[in-house]
């Protein structure tokens, strides 16, 4: 069977958002919605696992559909999001970008399909998508307890609701910390924050809006009907490249996960990349070869082109 209008589709998934298109938000003007800083009413009882497994569960078994925005360098990405489980548990989602260039991931249980600009649609194994939202936090976060504290910090009113404020906290001074916006009622995330040690607001996602159902939305039942493109063959050993360089220090905590050489799709330059992850954070690591002719190195007039520690979205 070949792949049916995955246009049509996804035509449902950008009708109902209200976000502002192309809007460039301050990220300290969007601190001032809710000062991360003074949470309401704390309670000393409140334990901050018990919410966190209670979120896992929201994020695996919840029927929804909800509308978030990604603050971050002083600009706000747009993003609508479906999730559901049919009748033989399976799972469904989709997350679309809906600024900008079309991006849409696509989730039927565990075959993951991208729709990106200039490149055919492809799916790959995995039981997660890729995106703003920490896998983590739908995995359980039992694994991070060696490097982070978890902290159940107070009440407060996110999106018309009440909510449960944590905190995800490193045990080092070389991590930012997670704040999370908890709904009281279904445990579902209504706002993530990223901040410094000091409390200054980095990174924000804001929840505009959450509709959980009972009955699976139309776009995901359109989504149970249609062939995702085929899964494409990962050669052996690909992700396990032997390459001639090393990263000598990384937080405690941190594996590697991917080592390879690819060309970078919007460039398309040759890299070797390296992945490290500490179960909430990505580390991702690019070299390739020197632009500056002057000067050569034992290997290849290689540089270091990139590095950074942050969530991976696409």
């Known amino acids: 069977m070949k792949l049916i209008s995955i246009s049509s589709l996804l035509l449902l998934v950008t009708i109902s958002t209200s976000v502002a298109a192309n809007e460039k938000i301050s990220t300290s003007a969007a601190a001032n919605e809710e000062d991360i800083s003074t949470p309401i009413a704390a309670n000393e009882n409140e334990q901050a696992e018990p919410w966190l497994e209670r979120l896992a569960t929201s994020l695996q078994t919840l029927n929804f559909s909800t509308s978030f925005v990604v603050v971050k360098n002083n600009q706000a990405e747009p993003y609508h999001w479906f999730h559901g489980v049919d009748e033989s548990g399976n799972e469904l989602e989709i997350l679309s970008l809906l600024n900008g260039p079309r991006r849409d991931v696509l989730r039927k249980d565990n075959i993951v399909s991208y729709i990106e600009p200039e490149l055919p649609p492809y799916s790959v194994t995995s039981h997660q998508i890729t995106g703003p939202i920490p896998a983590v936090l739908r995995e359980g ?69 959450l509709d959980i159902t009972n009955a699976l939305s139309e776009s995901l039942l359109q989504l149970q009907q249609t062939t995702l493109p085929k899964v494409i063959e990962i050669p052996a050993g690909y992700q396990e490249q032997v390459l001639q360089w090393q990263v000598k220090w990384l937080p405690e905590g941190f594996k590697r996960l991917n080592a390879n050489r690819h060309r970078i799709s919007t460039t398309k330059k040759p890299v070797e990349f390296m992945l490290f992850n500490d179960g909430l954070v990505d580390v991702s690591v690019y070299v390739n070869p020197s632009e500056d002719t002057q000067r050569a190195t034992d290997y290849d007039k290689i540089s270091l082109w990139w590095l950074s520690a942050s969530r991976q979205l696409w």
Do not use: C
């Open 141 to 209: 976060v039992t694994a991070l307890g060696q490097t982070y504290d978890f902290i159940s910090v107070g009440r407060s009113r996110v999106l018309g609701r009440p909510a449960q404020l944590i905190r995800i906290v490193s045990k080092d001074v070389y991590r930012y910390g997670h704040w999370l916006w908890l709904d009281q009622e279904s445990g579902m995330l209504l706002k993530l924050a990223l901040a410094n040690r000091t409390g200054q607001l980095l990174e924000q996602i804001q929840f505009t809006h």
